[in-house]
């Protein structure tokens, strides 16, 4: 990003200044990094309490069908993923991924139902892009409305819910991926117990010129902190979750990628709505043929972490180029280094030794299974 981008700011960049974050560029926007705990307490902090993240650069879209009725703005999601969106419960949630001509990955993407609306979260480095597409390609018959009057909190952690309950004990009921409409204290709220930490947690919408309140409200709590970006990337890798742009793109198909379980068996080979979606020739092919390469987790020997593009090779001496690493640094939790990066099917099994070019060295790696910490969410 050139000196003359204006960087954007969410509804709470004040708020974050106040709390002495560091602030960087992102997708866009001036967002904090990390707070003066330093990123190490933060990551470590969010595994045993409770962490707050500010997560409003990402974009808040709303299908509404001119008829009013859920299923014909379902009907049209489903013509753009490859995901069930028709047999969406309502109140429920559910994870999916635009994909292009190519069977590649647009962005990846969170869609819940409320009632009749659907209700979708996309990245914000593909935002722009994914609301274009979506105005592109559904039908005249289904609106397009983009929330920027609202923000988006994450509170992650094994205490989100009793953080959380403090504002509203409805929250304590709901069950990983359930959506409801809510009040915190007196501000109204879209909350889905989910998140990209690997731990039990909530994302949270709420109107702009409330989401300072609600800050304040949820840190007021002591079990609850500050969390920047620095710290949610090493939870997502250690959670084994894909951040697009690195582990995947449209170089990626979900299969290669290792998100396959993505796509239900009603829009696979032989189901009631098979295909219909873009690149489905090549997805559902892989589905049913499998795929040259995948993406795996991988732990480094020693201490060194090996970070993206770093190649992957299949011997010591790197003779034989297989792969590249997609995302790689410390684990404060998994007590190491971790990574993640694609390497051919043969060689995706756990315990395959495969090698990475560091510095004009080559270091091992051992693939291992993902996620690198089990996952606390509530079932």
Known sequence: MDDQTQLKRTPLYDFHVSLGAKMVPFAGYDMPVQYPAG?????LHTRTAAGLFDVSHMGQVELVAASGAFEDAAKALETLVPV??????????????FTDDNGGILDDLMISRLGERLLVVVNA??????????????????????????????????KAETVLTSQSADVASMKFMDVRALALGDIPALVSRTGYS??????????????????????????????????????????GLCLYGNDIDTTTSPVEASIEWGIQKVRRTGG???????????ILGELDSGVSRRRVGLRPEG?????????????????????HVSSGGFGPSAEGPIAMGYVPTEMAAPGTQVFAEVRGKLLALTVTALPFVTPTYKR
């Open 39 to 43: 990123v190490l307490k933060e990551h």
């Open 272 to 282: 009631t709505r098979e295909g219909g979606f873009p690149g489905a020739q090549r």
């Open 303 to 323: 201490k060194a972490p090996v970070r993206p593009p770093a190649k992957l090779f299949a011997d010591a001496e790197g003779q034989t180029e297989i792969g």
């Open 125 to 158: 480095g593909c935002k722009d892009a994914d609301i274009a597409h979506l105005r592109a390609k559904l039908p005249a018959g289904v609106q397009v409305l983009v929330h920027d009057d609202r923000a988006l909190l994450a509170l992650q952690g094994p």
């Open 198 to 239: 690997g731990e039990d947690g909530f994302e949270i919408s709420v109107p702009a010129d409330r989401a300072t309140d609600l800050a304040k409200a949820l840190l007021g709590q002591p079990d609850c902190q500050p969390i920047g970006l620095g710290a949610r990337d090493s939870l997502r890798l250690e959670a």
């Open 84 to 97: 069930d969106i028709i047999g969406l419960k309502d109140g429920r949630q559910r994870y999916g991924f």
